[in-house]
């Protein structure tokens, strides 16, 4: 990527785009042994949470997870990692309890809750611990190719949000839109850009264009 227009990307998958300083490498990996009832928004931001100590936490992907009719999640998710030795450190996680905050299950109030690998502050809200395995998932791989094909195409529909800066602030705004645009429909369908003083937002279409982004 240009680095003269982007500092560093990442995805929120509640609508919000945030952003990060740090920039680097990404790698991908793959977790599973989570409990597949919980809610989408539990388990990504379980994950962030979980995985905050080995890098930045740029994306959480649960296949298939779209479907407008309420159902058991995908068992496995792909994380995508930002930062030096940041695989390194979120394979050794695997085996690790990871902490699930369930919104509205009525944990003890203010209760601090410890696990060997993380440690959360849970205040009127259920937690529970799922037990991941984690496996490296690198680029290119295409060992879940056979499960992920039923849901791609549903997922390759979904609008996602991410924040980029790193771009000159004395640009014109349109000049930086079109150069973002540019850059990243190199990618795939790009919906629209959204350019402030320090920070753009653009909306990528489908996880296969959000792959070839990171």
């Known amino acids: 990527m240009d680095g003269s227009a982007i500092k560093g990307l990442e995805l929120n998958e509640g609508g919000d785009a945030c952003i990060r300083e740090s920039s680097g490498m990404i ?25 905050a100590s080995c890098g930045d936490v ?6 298939g997870c779209f479907s407008t009719a309420p159902r ?11 930062g030096e030795g940041a695989e390194e450190k979120a394979l050794k996680l695997s085996g690790s309890n990871m902490i699930v905050v369930v919104r509205g299950e009525g944990a003890q109030e203010n209760a601090l809750i410890l696990t060997r690998t993380n440690m ?16 490296a998932y690198p680029f290119g791989a295409n060992d879940l190719d056979s499960e992920l ?29 079109d150069l973002l645009m540019k850059h990243f429909s ?21 996880q296969d264009t959000v792959d070839k982004a990171l």
């Open 58 to 63: 740029i994306h959480v992907y649960i296949p």
């Open 120 to 135: 959360i502050f849970a205040k009127g809200e259920g937690a529970r611990t799922n037990m991941i395995v984690v496996k």
């Open 186 to 206: 190199e990618c795939g369908r790009i919906f629209h850009v959204s350019v402030g003083p320090r920070l753009a937002i653009v909306s990528p279409v489908g």
């Open 27 to 51: 790698s991908r990996i793959y977790v599973q042994g989570y409990d597949t009832w919980l809610h989408p928004h539990d388990l990504v931001i379980s994950m962030r949470k979980h995985f």
């Open 72 to 82: 058991e999640l995908n068992r496995f998710a792909l994380v995508y990692l930002r």
């Open 149 to 177: 094909a039923p849901m791609r195409d549903a997922d390759n529909r979904h609008l996602y949000l991410m924040g980029v800066r790193g771009y000159e602030s004395t640009l014109h705004v349109d000049y930086v839109k």
